[in-house]
């Protein structure tokens, strides 16, 4: 049987998503619990994509196959009692055996949270990232248009990217909101290349600073090249909010 | 010159406010960036008390005596520099030099943040404590009338307490308001006993709970007998949330 799952995990102290050896990661901590249901058997999680240290998930989604044939609510239940706090399952369901959480997601929201205020906030060292100067949030507005539709993101894309294929990618949304002393930059699109959310929204940033004219971002698409861009801001704003797939999950 | 200074800090990281040895405290790590402004000086700070490992701060003042003659603003920044991201100061002021910050704040309030819904929070692990089971706010803010006044709260101090004097002491304010799936309660008063808040929450969420009448509030303070209470509640849903002097700050 498959079963697709969604999970919401703070990412402040894993070394990301991705098992990687001797470290700590999510996917690592959830295959433990699974194993551990099944007396010890491994079994391998497949997410929708990965995200980086340091990177929260509200919505991620994934996949794995059981022989077990528990109902729905119970597999949320159990592996929520064996998981750690800073890692829960919202959601369990069983799935056709077709279904791929990395291939078949069509959208990804991505959210990013600056902190724009006169001083930091000691409580949210791991949650968003603190810019004291202001911001002006109309600029950024203006520059996320350029974003939308399909283009080739090369110049969005950590330069030590291994992703093979093309670097076209098609974005539906981008806007920035702000909530009192909260700027939440949201993004949604078909998919997105290593480090692509954070060096657009270091490249917004730079805009909203007035550093750079908000037309940039069309000259930076244009260029291909990864230089032009702003700098890639850091993980711990980065929040993967939410992935869809084709049939209601 | 001496200074008062108030300071916010996530105490997830800390074993308390209090410096000990071989812990990594709030106060050891304050007194070391004054330490730095000093040439290695040491100057000691004293705050208006002490707070528990884990529990927060959002306004707890201090104040530290210093022959450096530098502006309020500037003391701030450059502490601000030395501090590490989840200590911030936020204001820094000279006062007279009979000022004292636990001897002269007249009332302190307390917040305790409780997340009730169905399921737990992977991003509140250290800012508040989850509760499943629906909890009837009325019945705790009926509880809470109890509280108001001047007791001998002996019931509501953790039993191997080392306060000296007497355990009286005065409750201007108690309340709980729901916020969504967030219960935030407060407490005011003019001083609290060692792990009063807690051990007061612990027993106003088994009145929550149905489990205990409204009217047990009463019954416990008089009989000045801790085993009579609730449960101490966990110490991450804690704020010092301000201090009160006669004099504006």
Chains 1, 2 share one sequence.
Not at 102 to 112: E, H, N
Not at 138 to 151: D, K, M, R
Not at 194 to 208: A, D, Q, S
Request: hydrophobic letters at 35%.
């Amino acid at each position: 049987m498959r079963y697709l799952a969604v999970v919401s995990y703070d990412g402040s102290n894993y070394a990301g998503y991705q098992i990687q050896p001797d470290q700590l990661t999510i996917q690592a901590v959830i295959e433990q619990a699974l194993a551990k249901m099944h007396k010890g058997k491994p079994i391998k999680i497949t997410a929708s994509g990965r995200t980086d240290a340091g990177v929260h998930a509200h919505g991620q989604v994934f996949h794995y196959d059981s022989e077990l044939a528990i109902p729905e609510a119970n597999w949320k239940k159990a592996l929520n009692s064996l998981l750690p706090d800073d890692i829960v399952i919202f959601k369990v369901k069983e799935v056709t055996s077709s279904f791929h959480a990395r291939y078949d997601a069509l959208k990804k929201t991505y959210q990013y949270v600056i902190l724009n205020s006169d001083d930091p906030n000691p409580f949210e060292v791991n949650y968003s990232t603190f810019i004291a100067e202001e911001l002006d949030v109309s600029l950024i507005n203006a520059a996320c248009q350029y974003l939308i539709g399909e283009h080739d993101f090369t110049a969005f894309c950590a330069a030590n990217s291994s992703v093979k294929g093309d670097k076209i990618r098609t974005i539906y949304d981008a806007h920035c909101k702000q909530d009192r002393d909260r700027l939440i930059l949201s993004f949604t699109g078909n998919g997105f290349l290593y480090n692509m959310v954070r060096i657009i929204v270091g490249t917004l940033i730079e805009i909203g600073q007035g550093k750079r004219p908000v037309t940039d971002i069309q000259r930076i698409i244009s260029s291909k090249d990864r230089s032009q861009a702003g700098k890639t801001a850091p993980a711990q704003g980065l929040y993967l909010n939410h992935v869809e797939y084709e049939a209601e999950k």
